[in-house]
Structure formats: structure tokens, C-alpha cells
């Protein structure tokens, strides 16, 4: 008999994982890391998607809410022959709402070494303006 290691928090990932799969809005799965940043007339959105083509993904905008989706399919050997799989398969979606309304017909996206790049530049309007406390 062997004996391991015990370390709960490893457990309690791996049980947050297998729950999150089930919660709602979530997917069967797998979820790119996002960055979302802002400059002054844009926010870049930057998502690690390695192994999807540029027919894999779709990028909606509407209002304020960006939301990137797609697929990533199984090309891979049989399942019964894999000894481990930690690379997510099947379709995601993630929604960010933006805080500032954007120019939707103007938003440009790239992908490029499993890297995507969505512009979304900020709607022309009033500047922020700071309201002094009296």
C-alpha cells in the first residue's frame, strides 16, 4: 500500500473545478484567460487561445458587453488511450461588460500565435470630468 501526500487545497481546487463545470453559465468546456485593459480610447481585450483558428472563434459586441466564443476540437489520439488530459476541449464563452459605451464598428480583432487581440475603441463623447466636492 502506498501512501500520498494529502493536500486540501489541491482537494478543494479540484472540487471548485468540478462544480464550476455545473454552475450556472458555465460550460462543459474549457475558459481562456482574458486580460481586459484600458487606455484613454480603447480597451484591449487579450485572450490565450492556443491550437484555434480564426474560423474557431466569434467575437460579438452589443450595448456595452463584448463576448468572445468558439471551439476548440478533439484532434487527438482516442480517449481510452490518453493517460492525462489537463487541455480543455469543446466550446467556451466568456461576456465582459464595459463600462463606457464603444464604437461597434470599429472594433478590429487579431489572432496570432494562439494569442487573440480584440480593439475596442470607446464611443466619442464627453471626456470624464471630475465633480469637486463641496
Do not use: N
Request: net charge neutral.
Amino acid at each position: 500500500m502506498a501512501f500520498g501526500r494529502w493536500d486540501p487545497i489541491r482537494d478543494l481546487l479540484a472540487i471548485q473545478h468540478r462544480l464550476d463545470r455545473f454552475g450556472p453559465g458555465s460550460t462543459t468546456g474549457w475558459v481562456p484567460p482574458v486580460d481586459v485593459h484600458e487606455t484613454a480610447d480603447r480597451y484591449v481585450v487579450t485572450a490565450e487561445v492556443p491550437g484555434l483558428r480564426r474560423e474557431d472563434v466569434e467575437i460579438r459586441v452589443h450595448d456595452s458587453h463584448l463576448t468572445l466564443s468558439g471551439v476548440r476540437r478533439d484532434e487527438g489520439a482516442p480517449c481510452e488511450q490518453y493517460h492525462r488530459i489537463e487541455r480543455g476541449r469543446g466550446a467556451f464563452s466568456r461576456t465582459f461588460e464595459l463600462p463606457v459605451p464603444v464604437r461597434i464598428d470599429d472594433v478590429t480583432a487579431d489572432l496570432k500565435d494562439g494569442v487573440l487581440i480584440v480593439i475596442v475603441p470607446k464611443a466619442r463623447g464627453e471626456a470624464t470630468r471630475r465633480i469637486q466636492v463641496s
